[in-house]
Structure formats: C-alpha cells, structure tokens
C-alpha cells in the first residue's frame, strides 16, 4: 500500500528507504529475491520510529524462494489501497488465525465475527463528536464498524468529519 500511495494522486511518502522499497523486492527473483527481502526485514528493523517499530525481529518464514516469488507476484497484481478495508480486516485476521495454529500457541488473539461487531456497532448506535475507546482492539473491527456506522447514518459537517479522523478512536 505504501508504494500506491507514493505513486498515486496523494504522493505520500513512506519512509521507507527506496533500496528498500516495493520496487527493490518487485524486480527481483529467485535467490536474489529472498537474499533482498531478508535484509529488507533486517534493515527496516533498524529504521527509526514507528517503521523500525513495525520490522522489529521480523523474519522471512517462506524459505523456498519460488514460493517467495510467487507470494510477491501475487501482492503485485492487487490494487490495495482501493480494496474493502473489511477484506483486509478479513485477510490479516486469517492470517493471525493460521500463523497461531502453526505455532500451536493460539497468541491469546481471539477475534469477534464480523456480523456480531457489526450488531453490537447496531445496538450501541455511536454518535458523531463522541470518542469511542477499544482496549482490545486487535484488528480494528470495532472501529471501523463504528466508523461506517457514523458515515452513513448521519451527514457529518466538517467539523464533525475532522473530529471522526482525528479525535474519537482511542
């Protein structure tokens, strides 16, 4: 996703070092491949703030480098930052979900169903300029039920839709 919205209308910058950048693991294969995504995870483990943060300790689990590059040209083909935040809510929950019965320690990570998130969102009815607190909030399924619920039932003012961006997630 950094590198669509590096490139697309937003131009926003990442952070991340450009040797190091989709583009860096994008054009290479193989063996080459898998030497570059190594050392990107142990580079960007190193980068300051919230990047480094994110790349702490993280290691390349896919040890056959054909499978690399089939993983790579398969994030490639999609348009991420245009995809449901729901599926990539989804997506990264299986994730979660599959990497705890691998490890056969189930991470203390439970996740709500998306139909009771979004019934309990229902009931509790959240209202524009209130601050909404998850302590728990894992993959943010409570906060983005909360959010479309807040987008579609009510016409925000600009105020309001500043306060929903900045100010009631916590």
Same mark, same amino acid.
Request: aromatic content about 10%; overall charge neutral.
């Given at each position: 996703?950094?590198? !669509?919205?590096e490139k697309?209308?937003?131009?926003?910058?990442?952070?991340?070092?450009?040797?190091?950048?989709?583009?860096?693991?994008?054009?290479?294969? /193989? /063996?080459?491949?898998?030497?570059?995504?190594?050392?990107?995870?142990?580079?960007?483990?190193?980068?300051?703030?919230?990047?480094?943060?994110?790349? @702490?300790?993280a290691?390349?689990?896919?040890?056959?480098?054909?499978?690399?590059d089939?993983?790579?040209?398969?994030?490639?083909?999609?348009?991420?930052?245009?995809?449901?935040?729901?599926?990539?809510?989804?997506?990264?929950? /299986?994730?979660?979900? $599959?990497?705890?019965?691998?490890? $056969?320690?189930?991470?203390?990570?439970?996740?709500?169903?998306?139909?009771?998130?979004?019934?309990?969102? @229902?009931?509790?009815?959240?209202?524009?300029?209130?601050?909404?607190?998850?302590?728990?909030?894992?993959?943010?399924? &409570?906060?983005?039920?909360?959010?479309?619920?807040? @987008?579609?039932?009510?016409?925000?003012?600009?105020? !309001?839709?500043? &306060?929903? $961006? !900045?100010? @009631?997630?916590h």
């Amino acid at each position: 996703m950094a590198d !669509e919205y590096e490139k697309g209308p937003q131009k926003r910058k990442s952070g991340i070092p450009k040797q190091y950048n989709w583009d860096s693991i994008a054009s290479k294969s /193989g /063996g080459k491949l898998e030497a570059h995504y190594v050392e990107l995870l142990r580079e960007l483990g190193k980068q300051p703030g919230m990047l480094g943060q994110i790349f @702490t300790k993280a290691q390349n689990k896919i040890q056959d480098p054909a499978k690399l590059d089939r993983l790579v040209k398969m994030i490639a083909k999609e348009s991420w930052v245009g995809m449901d935040a729901d599926i990539k809510g989804d997506m990264y929950e /299986g994730l979660l979900e $599959k990497n705890a019965q691998d490890t $056969k320690s189930g991470a203390g990570q439970y996740f709500t169903p998306r139909d009771l998130i979004k019934a309990i969102v @229902t009931c509790v009815r959240p209202e524009p300029k209130k601050t909404i607190a998850d302590p728990a909030c894992g993959t943010g399924g &409570f906060f983005l039920s909360a959010y479309d619920f807040i @987008t579609d039932e009510y016409k925000l003012d600009k105020e !309001e839709t500043r &306060f929903l $961006k !900045e100010e @009631t997630f916590h």
